[in-house]
């Protein structure tokens, strides 16, 4: 979206539609057919994607590529643009592995102009002992906006290092200005992706002459996530541009963003951007909490997500409520010092069972009991993305 978008009229405001769809396969995009078939969205409506596939979830789990592929296939059918075009312009942000009661399903971000109409409010307030950016996300002048931008692709040699770290941000900041969220504090939520070091790409760029920071494959996804945690903390000003930071990439994990959530993966080859906020501009009756967890035990953060959103679940969320969540997405990471609140876990020795893999069931299985549903975006390697040994889960749901 344009700026010129977002003041065509002052009789028009756009509008955030939320589809959370659920796929027999990970090729299966027929929920989202359906959609198009019926008229509730159209194709060119369609701005982002963020799905939960049921792969490995690792460098090789090629269900996010079949899933992507898919997805450009039907765009484009439906549209008339070439896939290739719109796999360039559109984020399909997808995260592998569905252990435990997570349910593989997608969410589609739609935008449409609708007629402006008197802005709404939640309808209650939030307690006044909410933190400050609970207390305004409601406003009744304000709405979930939401922006995307893509970085240039990223070579392999950059892969981790500050050049990456600053074209993130730029995206970011991007993707802000093209959702029209002027301040840094009105973001809620940025979801990216980031390209990892193959195995090729190494060897393509030692061939042209560059050093690759690392040639290990899962190494390499774990710094591209650092790096994309980096740059969003700069964007929303977490931390400030000084590459002598770069140093701190896998090692002060006391500097992390609490509102990033970052996937790696083979299928891209930039970094691709989703920035979720609140903004004037906008209008609808969806809103999203976000909210750190400090570890992977912290059933209390899920609440303070679902809190500004007029939700609570006691200790299970209320059906009538939980109807009323359209997506919910959350980051998490297996303790790399080997405790959890002080007790002994054997994540990181297991040689059977990969760590995210456990992690990822492990919290899934958390959050989605609060919530009453296992179709949640869960995605592992927390890396910088809210505080170290735990991660982030952030909320949408329409206000009542």
Partial sequence: MTSALLSTSADLRPQLAVHRLAMAHPG?????????????????????????????????DFTRGYFTQSLMQLLAERTGRPAEAIWRALPCVLSGGTEGVLSPHYVVFSRRLVPAHAARGASTDPPVDAPADARTIDA?????????????????QDI???????????????????????????VAFVQLKSPCVTSARAQAAAAAGHAVLTADPGRSMAFARAAGAFGAAIALGEL???????????????RFSARASVSSGVEVEANEVIVLGHSTRWQGP???????MRDALDIAAV??????????????????????????????EPDRRGQVRGARHTMLDDTDINAQRHIRGAVGGLVAGVLGDGRLFVSGGAEHQGPDGGGLVAVIAAVA
Avoid at 40 to 56: D, H, M, Q, R, S
Avoid at 160 to 186: F, L
Avoid at 286 to 292: E, H, K, N
């Fill in 160 to 186: 981790g290092r500050w050049t990456h770290v600053r074209a993130v941000a730029q995206a970011v900041r991007a993707a802000m200005d093209q959702a029209g969220i002027d301040r840094p504090e009105d």
């Fill in 28 to 60: 299966d995009l027929s929920a989202l057919a359906a959609l198009f078939d019926a008229g509730t969205v159209a194709a060119e409506e369609v701005v982002a994607v963020i799905g939960k596939t049921e792969g490995n979830g690792g460098v090789n």
């Fill in 286 to 292: 969806l809103r999203m909490g976000c909210a750190p």
């Fill in 240 to 254: 400030p541009d000084d590459p002598v930071l770069e140093g701190a990439l896998l090692q002060d994990f006391d």
């Fill in 303 to 332: 609440g303070e997500a679902l809190r500004p959103l007029g939700l609570t679940a006691t200790p299970q969320l209320p059906a009538a409520q939980a109807a009323r969540v359209a997506a919910v997405f959350v980051k998490c």
């Fill in 140 to 156: 009744a002048s304000a709405a979930l906006a939401i922006g995307t931008a893509f970085s240039p692709p990223t070579p392999a």
